[in-house]
């Protein structure tokens, strides 16, 4: 191959190169990581307000659970002779109407009330983790569209260059001044090439679909061409602090209050319910109308079978669900203490890979394109450093986006994770 050919091929690789050194996509029309989280936050959600209809419809069933019992009206015809059917010929003849008033045991209503209450609180607090599940799914979802489209860009521009490279070795095939293998190489990776873009192009619309599922047709907007900067998370022990107001721990703390509030509905049932009678009885013929009132009272002698066995299930639900949020506690700490040691793995791998893989790499590669124009090189030497030179980008890349996406895991085990 002559010193021309080589320096043209040169070129050729130098302007493939520059090409994916452009922005990822106009800013003005981009979608940022944080506005996704936020439109996802803010949309109307039929899952979210699902929630919230739960809720409402405790609290209304709360201020019904609490009311009294409707009282019943009694009405009748007493000691009604059926031989003459006059009202007048027995003195205890009456026509009687009776109101009747139930009042249950202790507190009953008022627990009652205070249980539907609860039962709300957990709807609600169930409401808040899905939100916080959403906004950690579309932060994900975001950032591996933006992987999917940064790699795109890399791998295309490094496709370009070996398009450049391919032709021109077929030129010089034609010319008697290089050889089959050459071409065949560059063939090989061009294929290969074409087959991540399209694997990319695949996880990418598979991203945009997640993304659509909270944010609609913004989901269709490309992302912007850069990662958000991501300030440091607080102490560790402050993140841990955190954890105790997570959601998830909410949740299982409002059933812990609910399961208090039926331990004394199953102590208020050791206590008689009672109701209260008045009636009126009116006779014909002149003589004395009676009225009537009396009390009547349900008497707990079997405890031991009923009250007893509902205060001790009672008892048990409460411990259960103590045990449960000190068990997801645990599990939380746990997902925060691998996010931390993840947080802190990437971190030293991308200064790494920052200082000196990536620098390393394109020191090599320009070193060979260098030495290729002079003839001291060969070619397959030219696609093992340009190859080092997109694995090294598309890794750096990798360990960006996943330390991002522990960013996002730490946001959504402790929320504001900001110093």
Same mark, same amino acid.
């Given at each position: ?267 208020? =049932? ?42 001790? =299930? ?106």
């Amino acid at each position: 191959m002559t010193p021309f050919s080589r320096i043209a091929q040169t070129a050729l690789v130098c302007a493939g190169i520059l090409a994916w050194t452009y922005p990822l996509h106009a800013e003005e029309t981009a979608l940022g990581f944080e506005e996704a989280a936020h439109l996802a936050a803010t949309a109307q959600d039929p899952a979210l307000e699902h929630f919230d209809a739960r809720a409402e419809s405790l609290e209304e069933r709360a201020i019904a659970d609490s009311a009294l019992p409707d009282p019943t009206v009694r009405t009748g015809l007493a000691n009604f002779p059926v031989d003459t059917l006059r009202d007048v010929q027995e003195p205890m003849t009456q026509y009687q109407v009776a109101l009747r008033q139930e009042f249950l045991p202790g507190d009953t209503l008022a627990l009652r009330g205070r249980e539907r209450h609860a039962e709300a609180a957990i709807e609600r607090q169930k409401k808040e983790l899905l939100l916080r599940r959403i906004v950690f799914d579309v932060r994900r979802a975001w950032l591996d569209l933006y992987h999917a489209e940064k790699s795109r860009r890399i791998i295309k521009a490094n496709l370009s260059a070996l398009q450049n490279l391919a032709s021109a070795q077929t030129g010089a095939f034609a010319s008697g001044a290089s050889s089959s293998q050459n071409i065949f190489r560059a063939d090989l990776e061009i294929a290969l090439m074409k087959d991540r873009l399209s694997a990319l192009a695949q996880h990418g619309k598979n991203a945009a679909a997640e993304l659509a599922r909270y944010i609609g047709a913004h989901a269709n907007r490309p992302p912007v061409g850069e990662l958000p900067l991501l300030n440091e998370p607080r102490a560790p022990a402050a993140l841990k602090e955190a954890l105790s107001a997570h959601p998830a721990i909410d949740v299982e703390r409002a059933a812990e209050e609910r399961e208090e509030v039926r331990i004394g509905l199953a102590k208020e =049932a050791y206590k008689p319910s009672w109701s209260v009678d008045a009636g009126y009885g009116y006779r014909a013929g002149g003589r004395a109308d009676f009225a009537s009132v009396g009390l009547t009272f349900s008497v707990p002698l079997f405890a031991q079978g009923r009250q007893d066995r509902r205060l001790s =299930a009672a008892m048990k639900e409460r411990q259960a669900a103590r045990l449960t949020r000190q068990s997801l506690l645990k599990d939380l700490e746990r997902e925060l203490d691998i996010a931390l040691a993840d947080w802190h793995e990437l971190g030293r791998r991308l200064r790494l890979y920052e200082q000196a893989v990536t620098r390393r790499a394109h020191d090599a590669a320009q070193a060979s394109l260098g030495s290729y124009a002079d003839g001291r090189a060969d070619f397959p030497e030219i696609i093992r450093d340009r190859l080092a030179v997109l694995d090294a980008e598309l890794t750096y890349l990798d360990l960006q986006v996943d330390r991002a996406k522990t960013w996002a895991k730490l946001s959504y085990l402790a929320g504001d994770t900001h110093e």
